[in-house]
């Protein structure tokens, strides 16, 4: 499930998980706020690390700058 288009846009799961992620959170945590599968919250968090869009410390991940631009855009 790709969650940032080639345009570098967001897709509408992409965009739910990175909002969920305005506070740090465990994946499980994001899973439980998104109603998304935690094995596809897996997927899109790898997604969203390498595009820089997350950042992960400790076992949570919180959106940064880059993220939280894409999500005002």
């Keep these: 499930m ?3 288009n080639p345009d570098g846009t967001l897709t509408k ?3 739910r998980v990175l909002a969920a992620m305005l506070e ?3 994946p499980e ?3 439980a706020a998104t109603d998304i599968a935690l094995f596809r919250i897996r997927s899109i968090l790898r997604e969203l690390l ?3 869009l997350v950042a992960e410390a400790g076992g949570l991940y ?3 700058a880059t993220g939280r ?3 005002e855009a």
Aim: proline share 10%; with cysteine; glycine share 14%.
């Design 2 to 4: 790709a969650c940032v």
């Design 13 to 15: 799961p992409g965009r």
């Design 24 to 26: 740090p959170r465990r």
């Design 29 to 31: 945590e994001v899973a």
């Design 50 to 52: 390498e595009a820089g």
């Design 62 to 64: 919180s959106a940064t």
């Design 69 to 71: 631009g894409k999500l």
